[in-house]
């Protein structure tokens, strides 16, 4: 049973607008979320995070919203630029879990 | 380097075979995991370690073994290979303090069984 779900495998938007990606979780003992970008060929790397006792996270251009009533966290891109497009895996773990559980991804084309 | 890589990068080898996908960090780091990508699946964790000489299963850990004698080296063994074991695998690694999930990946490492 998939406990963060990814619902999109992948989304277009113009460059300069806004990017949304979705994520949905089942584990309400999650607290902490996290966003990793990846490049092909490469190894995932850390983009954002946002803890439970908040529901927004800002860091540039990236910012993470959580609801935790819906068990439901997003990443906005804003704007949206050719060098994001990229997959896009969510992930989450609990206060006492070593591992962090991921979605299967989002991939985002940035469209010029 | 500073870091944490993974060796090979690419690998081909045959059903039957045993072969071991190797991981060193530089950080020092007390957890280091080994994951596998597959299209449709996302990264779904083998095993993972919380310091040397402790070990434990993730979500897929049949057909491999792992080994954590020195902290900064967690080397992957697939026993008996199998084509169902193409994919590509990343190790990473993170801090012990507990508020600190954020885990640091290498290259990855393509594997295919032929």
């Known amino acids: 049973d998939q406990q963060v779900k990814q619902n999109s495998p992948s989304l277009s938007v113009q460059e300069g607008r806004i990017s949304i990606l979705n994520c949905d979780y089942t584990?309400?003992?999650?607290?902490?979320f996290l966003w990793y970008k990846k490049y092909p060929a490469e190894g995932p790397t850390f983009l954002i995070s946002?803890?439970?006792?908040?529901d927004k996270n800002e860091d540039g251009r990236f910012t993470v919203f959580l609801n935790k009533s819906a068990k439901h966290l997003s990443l906005h891109i804003v704007p949206s630029q050719p060098g994001d497009s990229a997959v896009y895996f969510c992930?989450?773990?609990?206060?006492?879990?070593?591992?962090?559980?991921f979605g299967k991804g989002t991939r985002l084309h940035i469209l010029p | 380097d500073a870091g944490i890589t993974q060796s090979p990068r690419y690998k081909i080898t045959e059903t039957g075979r045993q072969v071991t996908l190797m991981c060193h960090q530089t950080?020092?780091?007390?957890?280091m995991f080994w994951y596998r990508q597959d299209l449709g699946h996302g990264l779904r964790l083998i095993y993972y370690?919380?310091?040397?000489?402790?070990?434990d299963k993730g979500e897929v850990p049949d057909g491999y073994v792992v080994s954590r004698s020195k902290t900064e080296n967690f080397p992957l063994t697939l026993e008996s290979a199998t084509r169902s074991q193409t994919s590509v695998y990343f190790c990473?690694?993170?801090?012990?303090?507990?508020?600190?999930?954020?885990?640091?990946f290498g290259p990855g490492t393509r594997l295919t069984v032929t």
């Open positions: 990473a690694s993170r801090g012990d303090r507990a508020h600190l999930y954020e885990q640091y």
């Open positions: 584990n309400s003992m999650f607290d902490y």
């Open positions: 946002i803890s439970s006792i908040k």
């Open positions: 992930a989450a773990s609990g206060a006492r879990d070593d591992k962090i559980i």
């Open positions: 950080w020092s780091h007390s957890y």
């Open positions: 370690s919380a310091a040397a000489d402790i070990t």
